[in-house]
């Protein structure tokens, strides 16, 4: 018989609880099989005792058992990566892959305006993108996606092929995780996320369409605001199929797809 899985998640604030306003410091979520339950809180809890953004001083860790015969198999987006001096450049690149995938200059640059505009939050802005509305029932928080992870016995592989290319670390095995699930919800056609933690710059522009691209660079160093934005085609889906989707569907990773590369961009672009 398979091994029970569970989905254990884990958020952490300091100055008090997230509700009485404390300030997020971390959170990650991982679906794990029974036997790992006590190796995987242990990680979870030393990663938000110990975080770039300062000690956390709540720290709650939830655990719920998934049922197997509800989750959704998915592939890996293929990862590439492309190489800019500094986030300008990065975030240049991130427009002109909002217009490979077919928006127009002004709706591209109007969505990343959005995301720098911002502000902080926990989840990720809906937006519409032909009104450039947002769309989540709770603005001063967004929508967060849950319930996603690479199944366990691809970490060995995943590991490996990221460690070939420098880059095998939380941040881009959890932002892939989360981009796979995003790009395959009901009208979503774009995501474009940095993080929140100051000395991590890079970033990505994520769609079924292209893949997962990252950015060395699509924030300043030192800035402790994040953000992420998931582009949506109301033409294409009801916001309750995509919501549904992002926050209640589990979707578990059991195919990687190959590294991609490192370009700059006009390698990329071919301009
Ligand atoms: N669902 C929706 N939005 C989220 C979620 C979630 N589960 N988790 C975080 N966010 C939002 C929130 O606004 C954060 O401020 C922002 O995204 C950034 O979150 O090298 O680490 O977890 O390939 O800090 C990109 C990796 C790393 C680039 C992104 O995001 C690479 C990262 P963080
Ligand atoms: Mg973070």
């Known amino acids: 018989m398979k091994e029970r899985l569970y989905n254990v998640k884990m958020r952490a604030a300091q100055g008090g609880s997230h509700k009485k306003g404390g300030k997020h410091i971390s959170g990650a979520e991982r679906i794990i099989p029974e036997g790992d339950i006590l190796w995987s809180i242990a990680k979870l809890l ?8 300062g000690k956390a001083d709540f720290i709650n860790i939830s655990l719920e058992e998934v049922r197997t015969s509800e989750v959704k198999y998915i592939s890996s987006l293929p990862i590439t990566t492309l190489e800019v001096k500094d986030y300008l450049e990065g975030r240049k690149g991130v427009i002109q892959c909002l217009k490979l995938i077919g928006l127009s200059s002004q709706k591209a640059e109007a969505l990343l305006n959005l995301l720098m505009e911002a502000p902080p939050l926990r989840g990720a802005m809906l937006v519409d993108i032909h009104t450039l509305k947002r769309l989540e ?31 095998n670390n939380n941040h881009v095995k959890e932002a892939v995780a989360l981009a796979s699930k ?26 079924e369409k292209l893949g997962y691209i990252r ?38 990773i059991n195919e990687i797809k190959p590294y991609q590369g490192n370009f700059t961009l006009s390698d990329y672009f071919g301009d």
């Not at 009801?238 to 926050?247: A, F, G, I, P």
Request: net charge negative.
């Open 215 to 252: 950015f060395t660079h699509l924030k300043p160093f030192g800035v402790d605001k994040g953000g992420r934005i998931f582009c949506f085609d109301s033409t294409k889906a009801t916001v309750e199929d995509c919501l549904n989707w992002l926050e209640n569907q589990i979707t578990i």
């Open 182 to 207: 995003v790009a395959r919800a009901p009208g979503i056609i774009a995501e474009i996320c940095w993080s929140d933690d100051p000395d991590y710059t890079a970033g990505y522009m994520a769609s």
């Open 137 to 167: 029932p709770d603005l001063n928080r967004g929508v967060r996606a849950t319930g996603m992870d690479w199944a366990y016995d691809l970490y060995p592989r995943l590991n490996s092929m990221l460690e070939k290319e420098g880059i």
């Open 46 to 53: 030393d990663r938000s005792l110990n975080h770039s953004k």
